[in-house]
């Protein structure tokens, strides 16, 4: 108590001896505390998103007055919950005009006074409605205010605004899977489409036959197909939900030189009609052709047999 004579008769610049009796009521009236909006992130839509408003630093403290205001562009605030590391016992208004939060409350006798940090003060609850930052700051118009229970301002020395980061919600997906061809053991340039002929597209697949479609939309999509050139299309519908959305393995039929979505005498014909050439082109009638079914560059009786094998099979299910 000597000590706090001393700080008091100096700070006034008296000489020490006076009236003790008045220095021992004395409470410095400085900022001592600290008052935080915390973060939050969400999505459009969401309900329920909370940022609370927390007092740190505090000796003594037995009320509160609050006067925040939020981003109204991008937030709906649905309710404000008083305490509880301060109660709110005596509540002298709770209001929300506009895109304001008020809040004014005390203890009451014999609740103590609080002391510490991370006293909650009140949990804020809002409705996600539009993606950006949306800030919920304090009005630098009206005094936000601690107080203890003596009646003295104890801070807030310092006054932390609080966001919710909201995301726009997510719509696509992308779809993976694998598509091997038969008669090869290198399963490279095929693709996967959703919504033929237009919808994304996948790049040519990996010597393992994988793919990866991107930027999907999500929902349901009548026909997601594997295309290789030489080959029957494989096709099933596909329903895409927001993430990576696994379509499976499909195996492709060779034989389809002229890529009608059927093997028949045309493709038989137009692979013997070029039996025994060579080199990487054989596409006379359109780049949409090929006589060489298993791509190893020479026609001959390896693409003849795998395509008589799969004579008259159609476009293919996509299981
Ligand atoms: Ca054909
Ligand atoms: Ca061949």
């Not at 410095?28 to 505390?33: A, I, K, L, Y």
């Not at 008020?102 to 409705?127: E, H, K, Y």
């Not at 895409?240 to 979505?261: E, K, R, S, Y």
Request: charged letters at 5%; glycine letters at 10%.
């Amino acid at each position: 108590m000597a000590n706090a004579i001393t700080r008091w008769t100096s700070s006034r610049g008296s000489a020490p001896g006076n009236d003790i009796s008045v220095a021992i009521g004395f409470q410095p009236q400085v900022g001592c505390g600290d008052i935080v909006v915390t973060t939050n992130v969400a999505n459009v839509g969401d309900a329920n998103v909370t940022v609370q408003v927390i007092a740190n630093s505090v000796a003594n403290l037995y009320g509160v007055q609050a006067y925040l205001q939020y981003d109204s562009s991008k937030l709906n605030l649905s309710n404000i919950a008083l305490g509880p590391g301060l109660l709110p016992e005596v509540n002298v208004a709770t209001s929300q005009p506009g895109n304001q939060i008020n809040f004014q409350f005390s203890q009451l006798s014999p609740t103590l006074p609080v002391t510490g940090s991370g006293i909650v003060l009140a949990t804020l609850s809002f409705t996600a409605t539009a993606p950006g930052v949306a800030n919920i700051e304090f009005r630098p118009s009206a005094t936000t205010l601690f107080s203890d229970n003596n009646g003295f301002s104890i801070g807030p020395a310092t006054k932390t605004n609080g966001s919710i980061t909201v995301s726009a919600p997510v719509s696509t997906g992308s779809v993976t899977g694998n598509i091997l061809l038969q008669a090869r053991s290198n399963h490279s340039g095929a693709t996967a489409q959703i919504d033929p002929s237009g919808g994304p597209i996948s790049p040519a697949t990996t010597s393992t036959g994988a793919f990866t479609i991107s930027s999907v939309s999500i929902g349901a999509h009548p026909t997601l197909q594997a295309v290789m050139l030489g080959y029957l299309k494989a096709v099933k519908p596909f329903t895409v939900a927001a993430g990576i959305n696994p379509a499976g393995t499909v195996t492709l039929l060779g034989g389809d030189a002229n890529m009608d979505n059927t093997i028949n005498v045309l493709d038989l014909s137009f692979i013997a009609a070029r039996y025994l050439q060579t080199g990487p082109v054989y596409a006379p009638v359109a780049p949409s052709t090929t006589p060489d079914i298993n791509g190893d560059n020479v026609v001959n009786i390896l693409d003849l047999s795998v395509t008589a094998a799969n004579y008259l099979q159609t476009t293919q299910v996509w299981p």
